[in-house]
């Protein structure tokens, strides 16, 4: 991948990306794919989100509040809707700025 491939339409370089990790993972070099998709980014100059964990501990309230959600029972993934508390919190926000 060169710097003129940045400028290729999404799925072009979706299509690339896809095809250079199939290669990867068929090769068995000994990589992964989290090594495969961190070169890729590299590569493409893009911020790697594939591996999800920031590069800092975890805030102390933050700490705090996971266990608090994690007692109460809070421990699956939000409906693809998002929750509806969260959903009307956020829509009570932004709807004024939109006029709405």
């Not at 911020?47 to 964990?53: A, D, E, I, K, Y």
């Not at 705090?64 to 007692?71: F, H, K, N, T």
């Not at 969260?86 to 004024?96: E, G, I, R």
Request: charged share 15%.
């Amino acid at each position: 991948a060169s710097s003129a491939d940045l400028w290729r339409p999404p799925r072009q370089r979706f299509a690339m990306a896809a095809s250079l990790l199939a290669a990867r993972a068929r090769n068995r070099t000994g990589s992964n794919i989290f090594a495969a998709a961190t070169a890729l980014a590299q590569r493409a100059g893009s911020v790697n989100l594939g591996q999800g964990f920031p590069s800092f501990e975890t805030p102390e309230f933050a700490r705090r509040c996971v266990a608090e959600a994690l007692a109460e029972g809070h421990n699956q993934y939000a409906r693809p809707g998002g929750h509806p508390v969260l959903t009307q919190a956020l829509s009570k926000f932004y709807s004024p700025l939109y006029g709405r």
